[in-house]
């Protein structure tokens, strides 16, 4: 019944809204994604130093129903919308530019194993109708997203994604990252950052359970003070981003480890940054299912990824490609003390090789100034 009358909503402050008067230099960014690689919220920050002559508006978190009728009215008088998730106009002449969030792994809408047909009949209408640019960086990237969601193949345009141009170029210091969450001084600092995917679709409450006692990785054989040693015997620091749904499970952030910290939304909101804005001053990276990885190709450094529920996740959910060794240039640990006994060799040059390999696979594109492509495409067409 929520569901229904929130698309009740929507639809009803969408006839509103057309009453606007529609200006071809308005852009709105429809933001779902929060500050953890967010395409719309980095193409924003773009648009305002190099496009003064739009205006340009941010809407988060996009969808809501407490947005105030002044929100709508902005909406209504865009030429161009911008979204992160599923596509979005009120009006048959805007422009819609279709960012997503990532390179899918996990099965979604009509490939994946826990979703409804009546829902993806719905989303297939929703992006035939209003996408009209899907940004893409990739022949494999249009096949998986096709694959879920029906999307034809004449709305992509390789024009790559926002969030990659920003990289390779931190927008603070590894040093400055290094206070400010670890609030320590170490010039032979290894920083990882573990990111795992929504674990609470498993249906597991047991790992909720574990998540919420601290064992943010739900290894059966979890020690943080053990872990904590393990990193600092070898200067290494591990930053934990959790999911927004499992960050809520802590009471608070103040870890007790002085080589493991917690990056809450707070810290990104507070200092005006994405995720993707520090990732270049990290050393590796830990996931599971998270899609972060073929964007962490670009950099070229060292993947652990963790499996402790690999088979949970391929029954519930499903994974697009198969099998999971294959498709993932990096270490595997399905414990703790696998994890330990990998931290002291996190790469070799066959892990290397696949790495290249995955990115060409999936970013066919050189360079960078992703967001000046997008740009061009979504103004002139380009």
Request: aromatic share 14%; glycine share 4%.
């Given at each position: 019944?929520?569901?229904?009358?929130?698309?009740l909503?929507?639809?009803?402050?969408?006839?509103?809204?057309?009453?606007?008067?529609?200006?071809?230099?308005?852009?709105?960014?429809?933001?779902?994604?929060?500050?953890?690689?967010?395409?719309?919220?980095?193409?924003?920050?773009?648009?305002?130093?190099?496009h003064p002559?739009?205006?340009?508006?941010l809407v988060?978190?996009?969808?809501?129903?407490?947005?105030?009728?002044?929100?709508?009215?902005?909406?209504?008088?865009?030429?161009?919308?911008?979204?992160?998730?599923?596509?979005?106009?009120?009006?048959?002449?805007?422009?819609?530019?279709?960012?997503?969030?990532?390179?899918?792994?996990?099965?979604?809408g009509?490939?994946?194993?826990?979703?409804?047909?009546?829902?993806?009949?719905?989303?297939?209408?929703?992006?035939?109708?209003?996408?009209?640019?899907?940004?893409?960086?990739?022949?494999?990237?249009?096949?998986?997203?096709?694959?879920?969601?029906?999307?034809?193949?004449?709305?992509?345009r390789?024009?790559?994604?926002?969030?990659?141009?920003?990289?390779?170029?931190?927008?603070?210091?590894?040093?400055?990252?290094?206070?400010?969450?670890?609030?320590?001084?170490d010039?032979?600092a290894?920083?990882?950052?573990?990111?795992?995917t929504?674990?609470?679709?498993?249906?597991?409450?047991?790992?909720?359970?574990?998540i919420?006692?601290?064992?943010?990785?739900?290894?059966e054989?979890?020690?943080?003070?053990?872990?904590?040693?393990?990193?600092?015997?070898?200067?290494?620091?591990?930053?934990?981003?959790?999911?927004?749904?499992?960050?809520r499970?802590?009471?608070?952030?103040?870890?007790?480890?002085?080589?493991?910290a917690?990056l809450?939304?707070?810290?990104?909101?507070?200092?005006?940054?994405?995720?993707?804005?520090?990732l270049?001053?990290?050393?590796?990276?830990m996931?599971?299912?998270?899609?972060?990885?073929?964007?962490y190709?670009?950099?070229?450094?060292?993947?652990?990824f963790?499996?402790?529920?690999?088979?949970?996740?391929?029954?519930?959910?499903?994974?697009?490609?198969?099998?999971?060794?294959?498709?993932?240039?990096?270490?595997?640990?399905?414990?703790?003390?696998?994890?330990?006994?990998?931290?002291?060799q996190?790469d070799?040059?066959?892990?290397?090789?696949?790495?290249l390999?995955?990115?060409?696979?999936t970013?066919?594109?050189k360079?960078?100034?992703?967001?000046?492509?997008a740009f061009k495409?979504?103004?002139?067409?380009?």
């Amino acid at each position: 019944m929520k569901s229904f009358l929130f698309r009740l909503y929507l639809k009803w402050m969408s006839f509103l809204a057309k009453f606007t008067t529609m200006e071809d230099n308005n852009v709105v960014i429809l933001n779902g994604s929060g500050r953890s690689g967010s395409n719309g919220y980095l193409f924003y920050k773009y648009l305002q130093t190099n496009h003064p002559e739009y205006n340009v508006t941010l809407v988060e978190p996009w969808p809501s129903s407490h947005f105030k009728w002044e929100t709508w009215q902005k909406i209504g008088a865009a030429r161009y919308v911008i979204t992160t998730h599923q596509p979005f106009k009120v009006r048959k002449n805007q422009i819609n530019l279709q960012f997503w969030h990532g390179v899918p792994l996990k099965r979604m809408g009509i490939m994946a194993n826990n979703t409804r047909r009546k829902d993806n009949k719905r989303n297939e209408k929703l992006w035939h109708k209003n996408a009209d640019i899907v940004a893409s960086s990739s022949d494999l990237y249009e096949t998986l997203m096709s694959s879920c969601l029906a999307i034809e193949t004449e709305k992509y345009r390789k024009v790559g994604f926002p969030r990659l141009d920003y990289l390779q170029n931190p927008v603070i210091s590894k040093e400055q990252l290094l206070k400010d969450l670890f609030n320590t001084e170490d010039k032979q600092a290894e920083i990882g950052i573990y990111m795992p995917t929504f674990r609470y679709e498993l249906e597991d409450q047991s790992i909720m359970e574990k998540i919420k006692e601290g064992n943010f990785f739900a290894f059966e054989d979890f020690d943080g003070d053990e872990l904590n040693d393990a990193l600092k015997a070898r200067h290494q620091y591990l930053i934990v981003k959790l999911h927004p749904y499992e960050m809520r499970l802590f009471a608070n952030f103040d870890s007790k480890y002085s080589n493991i910290a917690f990056l809450n939304n707070d810290y990104l909101f507070d200092h005006n940054y994405d995720l993707y804005e520090l990732l270049g001053d990290t050393d590796f990276l830990m996931t599971d299912f998270s899609s972060i990885y073929f964007d962490y190709l670009q950099l070229n450094k060292p993947i652990v990824f963790v499996t402790n529920f690999l088979k949970q996740y391929e029954k519930t959910r499903g994974l697009l490609m198969g099998p999971y060794e294959e498709i993932t240039p990096g270490i595997s640990v399905n414990s703790q003390r696998e994890l330990v006994q990998s931290l002291d060799q996190l790469d070799n040059q066959q892990i290397k090789n696949r790495r290249l390999y995955w990115l060409d696979l999936t970013n066919q594109l050189k360079g960078d100034n992703y967001c000046e492509k997008a740009f061009k495409c979504m103004t002139n067409g380009e």
